[in-house]
């Protein structure tokens, strides 16, 4: 994953990384509860925990869950703008798992920026054209009344 | 000439992380691993 340009490049700019190896500090693999290798997990800068991703992902889904994490970061500080940017990359790698979480909560960050009731429409709409058959589609549908 | 792409420099200190995390606003990525070293 990591010898991929657009991820070194991506971590490099834009996250604190550490690699945490089992034999050189198993106390910090209790204290975020790892189970299996390997696990990506994402921190907001006060310390709480965004997201993980266990198990290994090829370059590009990989690549999608770190836009993801970028995303989910900026949410959860309620920074919209930013959020809608780094999900709408994640929404690009249209061949990747996080491309359709990503347009739905491209969407979500749009929303609450704005809360304009219009735009969840929208996305629903979006949804019955593309990824039609996954989880994030079924989320818009209650949506559309 | 074809330049290499640049490595991550990662630390290996959570705790330093996470204040530098809060300094830069940048979110940390911890990665474990077991891979023999």
Same mark, same amino acid.
């Given at each position: 994953m990591y010898p991929a340009p657009a991820v070194t490049a991506l971590i490099d700019q834009q996250f604190v990384p550490v690699r945490v190896h089992i034999k050189e500090n198993p106390t910090a693999w209790k204290r975020f509860g790892?189970?299996?290798?390997p696990t990506v997990m994402a921190l907001t800068? +006060?310390?709480?925990?965004?997201r993980r991703v266990e198990g290994y992902l090829p370059e590009d889904e990989f690549l999608g869950q770190l836009y993801l994490d970028l995303g989910y970061a900026c949410a959860n500080q309620k920074d919209w703008k930013n959020a809608q940017h780094w999900f709408d990359e994640a929404s690009k790698?249209?061949?990747? +798992?996080a491309a359709p979480e990503g347009l739905y909560w491209e969407g979500v960050a749009r929303y609450s920026a704005t809360? +304009?009731?219009t735009l969840l429409r929208q996305i629903t709409e979006t949804f019955k054209k593309r990824y039609t058959n996954t989880s994030w589609a079924k989320r818009t549908i209650v949506w559309q009344k | 000439m074809a330049t290499a792409a640049k490595e991550i420099v990662w630390q290996h200190d959570v705790d330093a992380a996470i204040a530098e995390s809060a300094r830069t606003h940048r979110p940390v990525l911890l990665d474990f691993t077991a891979a023999p070293q």
């Amino acid at each position: 994953m990591y010898p991929a340009p657009a991820v070194t490049a991506l971590i490099d700019q834009q996250f604190v990384p550490v690699r945490v190896h089992i034999k050189e500090n198993p106390t910090a693999w209790k204290r975020f509860g790892i189970r299996w290798t390997p696990t990506v997990m994402a921190l907001t800068p +006060d310390g709480k925990e965004v997201r993980r991703v266990e198990g290994y992902l090829p370059e590009d889904e990989f690549l999608g869950q770190l836009y993801l994490d970028l995303g989910y970061a900026c949410a959860n500080q309620k920074d919209w703008k930013n959020a809608q940017h780094w999900f709408d990359e994640a929404s690009k790698l249209e061949n990747t +798992d996080a491309a359709p979480e990503g347009l739905y909560w491209e969407g979500v960050a749009r929303y609450s920026a704005t809360h +304009d009731h219009t735009l969840l429409r929208q996305i629903t709409e979006t949804f019955k054209k593309r990824y039609t058959n996954t989880s994030w589609a079924k989320r818009t549908i209650v949506w559309q009344k | 000439m074809a330049t290499a792409a640049k490595e991550i420099v990662w630390q290996h200190d959570v705790d330093a992380a996470i204040a530098e995390s809060a300094r830069t606003h940048r979110p940390v990525l911890l990665d474990f691993t077991a891979a023999p070293q």
